[in-house]
């Protein structure tokens, strides 16, 4: 017989997709909804939690490597706590997500596709901020004559494959779909765990 009185275990989505997709609107748009419901999760975006463990971010694969791995950590530490968790966060290698789903009892992946272009034309319309201006035209940039932009790593798209999980629980055409479409398709995902 189970400890009734023990607080339930959190559930934890995480919002997936190239930068520049839409990940960060959908996270807030979801929490918002479920704040007006009475019910809490926290977004965890890793472009905030990045600059926080790393205060002078390569973007190395091997610091995007344990970046990821402090993120799971700290979503795991939520949900054991009875918290629920929005993951806000690229992680291009499908074995980065698979970490948190294996660690994690109520977990599902919310994948928002959306070709390259789409990505790079909303991104660049988006000011400096957690992430570079122009993030896509710089690495395009290097990519194409070698020159190197500083502070600028490894980018999904275009030097990184972004591996998508066909088993994702949660799939939103970022072309089509707009913030509150996509916000009510996760909703409808969560109404099992809520």
Request: charged share 30%.
């Amino acid at each position: 017989m189970s400890d009734t009185s023990a607080p339930s275990r959190g559930w934890a989505i995480w919002i997936t997709g190239l930068p520049g997709c839409g990940k960060s609107s959908l996270a807030r748009a979801v929490r918002e909804v479920l704040q007006a419901r009475g019910g809490r999760a926290e977004i965890l975006e890793m472009d905030a939690r990045r600059k926080a463990w790393f205060p002078q971010p390569t973007y190395s694969a091997e610091e995007r490597a344990r970046a990821y791995a402090l993120l799971v950590d700290e979503a795991v530490a939520l949900t054991q706590q009875g918290r629920n968790v929005i993951i806000d966060a690229t992680a291009p290698a499908l074995t980065m997500r698979q970490a948190a789903r294996e660690r994690l009892q109520r977990f599902a992946e919310v994948h928002v596709r959306c070709s390259a272009q789409t990505a790079m034309r909303r991104e660049d319309a988006r000011p400096q901020g957690k992430v570079m201006a122009g993030l896509y035209r710089k690495a395009l940039e290097r990519k194409a004559t070698g020159r190197q932009f500083e502070g600028l790593g490894l980018v999904p798209g275009v030097d990184v494959p972004f591996e998508e999980n066909p088993q994702a629980e949660v799939v939103v055409d970022g072309e089509v779909e707009g913030v509150e479409q996509a916000r009510d398709k996760v909703l409808r995902f969560l109404a099992r765990w809520t």
